[in-house]
């Protein structure tokens, strides 16, 4: 089976962190999946989301290693941290998953989203869109005389705070990639 | 070695090469390349089967008492739709099986064809693993990864599904190698933890070993090395259900079965032990009760090859992830080496309490007046069939509960019967199953009768084969355990829980060709069991029982294993809570 390399806290003598802290509050955890990218794959991880009642606040997955046929799968998910432990092992017997990595407790990481937001005005709304989407380092992918589409990247708190300002705007569509996130340093 | 056949000869060689014995299934359609290549052949025995479900489940009976993989095939479609129960029994029971199926040609997949359904879609979440192979070149490896993934770590049914035009088209085929899978579960356990086990074990006042079936999954060694453990620090020991004869019955450490229907003297002790040794077992809802009182005052240790299994219903203090076979190896050496400590005085005092426990004798009956008691009837047959070379497998219910309770196992693979599903119809075909890969054994199928009915299309199979198995049908004509909580919880209402039209068991026998017994007279029931035994051929026993008997003890659902209903407790009206009336 995949090495859970989930790194090891205090108490933890085996490979496995099996020892984790049992409260009762509910923690987001950013879940790194190393997957071999075959058919079926991704529905045997969604697969195991929905049959065992846990739950996925993003999701995304793409082939990162052409050669060595591996799919990243980012995954955001939330629960007590015995539900979280649950959820890594049960992912980690997945028989293709080779990796399963925790980035919220392996050590600081770096999480970025795209978004895409069509926002319809006209007059001061339509400048101060595009005043704000300058803040937000957005780029305008596309325009016309009644609309802008913009496009963002940045951490997912960035992209729901710059959905909130564009609401009041003319905020017509939105599209998410989820996030992708990976471990800072070496 | 490379050698060119065609796909389906190389399903049949690969089976071959696996050292595969003994396949049950049922042609169809999109195998039919396959079953020719079956046909052309003498190594490999088919077992033809009713109805694809007994397939399954009778590889699983091959599987459980060999130790060695169960091999199925079927056709596409309903072939592979009825042998979904099978394999979802497997995964909860940890049970290895292959399971081939045909699959229309690779062409037409998606097209709504014929006998076509999404397959490994519908097997996928009751599968170990399963593949969809579209190039013959890579059927011979991926036969050979199916019994590498099936065998290793938690054991499980894995299947394949294999496209009509794969299995005529040629393509290159490789022996076995020694395993170059990257699947490659870790077998040793953290020496750091199984030292902290061993320290534990030392000073413990009250301890108490809860084994499961994983000590049986792990092979002939890990009960032989459990048995020397136990025997060797004197604690006493309990099993689940899926772990019976890994330690004898009758050794004097032994205190029989725990869980909902365990015994007394099991359950007291693992609420009031103080250091919990639990290997190969799962915490199980039907071991623990509710979670919140279970084992409140103990530390508690959990040997799994599947670390999924740990922390996942109970906090455990030392967790010990490998082959329960391999930690005991461990275990034992570290024990020894630091003197083989244990805390004997205390455990001697932690005897003299669970010796008081035993002494309410919670399995006590009172045979009297005409009717046979379901647990005489079973008490009779282990008392004329212990010292034969015996095979049980059990359907679901109060019987497969009794049959726990009254029979005692000496050996591990002698006992199958469907834990983690309760798959109602599973003890017959696996009864076959058993009989297949012990041709001279005595195997006995402890059923009821509206379980029996679920499969009984099996009998043609057992006559086709010359299987004599036995049948031995507790008729209550009731659905039993449905009737019981009927009873204990909605009011005495038996909606829907008789078994009304029930046919003649003699008389269905003989339109077999098989023997039929009926008894119905406690004086007569010693030798209707004997007239069994010596039969040669598949039997029939219809043996009446009392009809509205209760199996106890019993822990009543939400309740914790030191609030044990016992037989005599004849106040069981409101013992369930609403809260306990939702668990199932």
């Given at each position: 089976m995949a090495a859970l390399k989930i790194k090891k806290g205090a108490t933890s003598h085996s490979a496995y962190n099996l020892r984790p802290n049992f409260s009762d509050v509910v923690e987001k955890h950013t879940l790194a999946v190393l997957v071999e990218n075959e058919p079926g794959a991704l529905a045997r991880v969604i697969g195991l989301f929905s049959g065992r009642g846990y739950n996925i606040d993003s999701l995304t997955v793409a082939e990162v290693d052409h050669t060595g046929h591996l799919s990243r799968i980012t995954i955001v998910t939330s629960g007590t941290p015995q539900v979280i432990e649950q959820i890594k092992a049960q992912v980690g017997r997945i028989v293709p998953v080779h990796e399963v990595h925790d980035l919220t407790v392996e050590g600081p990481s770096v999480e970025r989203e795209l978004a895409i937001f069509k926002v319809v005005g006209k007059g001061e709304q339509r400048v101060e869109a595009l005043r704000l989407a300058d803040i937000f380092r957005a780029n305008v992918v596309d325009s016309t005389l009644e609309s802008f589409v913009f496009e963002i990247t940045?951490?997912?708190?960035?992209?729901?705070?710059?959905?909130?300002?564009?609401?009041?705007?003319g905020l017509a569509d939105v599209a998410r990639t989820g996030v992708a996130a990976l471990a800072r340093g070496v | 070695m490379k050698r060119q056949m065609t796909g389906a000869k190389m399903i049949v060689q690969a089976l071959i090469d696996q050292g595969v014995d003994t396949v049950f299934g049922y042609p169809g359609g999109a195998v039919l390349p396959i079953y020719d290549e079956v046909f052309q052949q003498n190594s490999i025995k088919h077992v033809l089967v009713r109805h694809e479900q007994g397939a399954v489940h009778a590889a699983e009976g091959y599987a459980r008492s060999t130790g060695k993989p169960g091999v199925v095939l079927v056709t596409s479609g309903p072939g592979a739709t009825n042998a979904v129960t099978g394999?979802?029994?497997?995964?909860?029971?940890?049970?290895?099986?292959?399971?081939?199926?045909?699959?229309?040609?690779?062409?037409?997949?998606?097209?709504?064809?014929?006998?076509?359904?999404?397959?490994?879609?519908?097997?996928?979440?009751?599968?170990?693993?399963?593949?969809l192979v579209k190039e013959t070149d890579t059927l011979g490896a991926t036969l050979h990864e199916a019994f590498h993934v099936a065998t290793h770590g938690r054991p499980g049914p894995v299947l394949i599904d294999i496209p009509k035009d794969v299995q005529f088209a040629t393509g290159h085929y490789e022996s076995p190698k020694p395993s170059t899978s990257r699947y490659q579960p870790q077998v040793k356990g953290d020496m750091a933890e199984i030292t902290e086990l061993v320290a534990a074990m030392e000073t413990a006042k009250r301890p108490i070993f809860y084994t499961g079936g994983g000590v049986i999954n792990s092979g002939p060694a890990a009960s032989q090395l459990l048995r020397e453990l136990v025997d060797a620090t004197g604690f006493p020991i309990t099993s689940t259900l899926m772990g019976l004869g890994a330690y004898p019955a009758s050794g004097d450490k032994w205190l029989g079965m725990l869980g909902m229907h365990g015994l007394y003297e099991a359950n007291m002790a693992m609420h009031d032990c103080d250091l919990m040794i639990n290997i190969g077992a799962r915490f199980d809802d039907?071991?623990?009760?509710?979670?919140?009182?279970?084992?409140?005052?103990?530390?508690?240790?959990?040997?799994?090859?599947?670390?999924?299994?740990?922390?996942?219903?109970?906090?455990?203090?030392?967790?010990?992830?490998?082959?329960?076979?391999?930690?005991?190896?461990?275990?034992?050496?570290?024990?020894?080496?630091?003197?083989?400590?244990?805390?004997?005085?205390?455990?001697?005092k932690w005897w003299q309490q669970i010796?008081?426990?035993?002494?309410?004798?919670?399995?006590?009956?009172?045979?009297?007046?005409?009717?046979?008691?379901?647990?005489h009837a079973l008490a009779r047959l282990e008392a004329l069939t212990k010292d034969h070379d015996r095979y049980i497998t059990t359907e679901v219910g109060q019987h497969q509960m009794w049959a726990a309770q009254y029979l005692g196992f000496e050996e591990p693979n002698r006992w199958m019967t469907s834990g983690g599903l309760g798959t109602m119809g599973y003890g017959f075909p696996a009864s076959i199953g058993v009989q297949m890969a012990h041709p001279e054994a005595l195997?006995?199928?402890?059923?009821?009768?509206?379980?029996?009915?679920?499969?009984m299309q099996e009998m043609g199979t057992a006559m086709q084969f010359g299987l004599p198995v036995k049948q031995f049908i507790l008729n209550n004509e009731r659905l039993g355990m449905v009737r019981q909580w009927q009873e204990l919880l909605h009011g005495e209402r038996y909606s829907q829980s008789w078994s009304e039209a029930l046919p003649d068991f003699v008389k269905l026998a003989e339109a077999f060709g098989a023997k039929g017994i009926i008894c119905s007279d406690p004086d007569d029931?010693?030798?209707?069991?004997?007239?069994?035994?010596?039969?040669?051929?598949?039997?029939?026993?219809?043996?009446?029982?009392?009809?509205?008997?209760?199996?106890?003890?019993?822990?009543?659902?939400?309740?914790?294993?030191?609030?044990?209903?016992?037989?005599?407790?004849?106040?069981?009206?409101?013992?369930?809570?609403?809260?306990?009336?939702?668990?199932v």
């Open positions: 940045g951490a997912p708190d960035k992209i729901d705070a710059f959905a909130e300002l564009m609401r009041p705007l | 394999l979802t029994d497997a995964l909860l029971d940890s049970i290895p099986l292959v399971v081939l199926t045909g699959q229309v040609p690779t062409f037409m997949i998606g097209s709504d064809a014929f006998q076509e359904a999404d397959t490994v879609g519908i097997t996928r979440p009751c599968t170990k693993h399963n593949w039907r071991i623990t009760g509710v979670i919140d009182s279970f084992s409140p005052k103990s530390t508690k240790a959990h040997i799994d090859i599947d670390p999924s299994s740990i922390n996942k219903v109970i906090r455990i203090d030392i967790p010990i992830v490998g082959d329960v076979a391999h930690v005991l190896e461990d275990l034992l050496k570290v024990w020894k080496s630091r003197g083989r400590k244990t805390n004997s005085e205390a455990v001697a010796e008081e426990w035993r002494s309410i004798d919670c399995l006590k009956f009172n045979q009297s007046g005409k009717v046979i008691k379901p647990q195997v006995i199928n402890v059923a009821g009768e509206a379980s029996w009915l679920m499969n029931l010693d030798d209707a069991i004997m007239e069994m035994i010596n039969h040669d051929g598949p039997v029939i026993f219809d043996c009446l029982v009392e009809k509205h008997e209760n199996c106890f003890p019993m822990i009543p659902s939400g309740k914790a294993h030191n609030e044990m209903l016992l037989p005599g407790d004849h106040e069981t009206q409101g013992v369930i809570d609403a809260k306990g009336s939702v668990l």
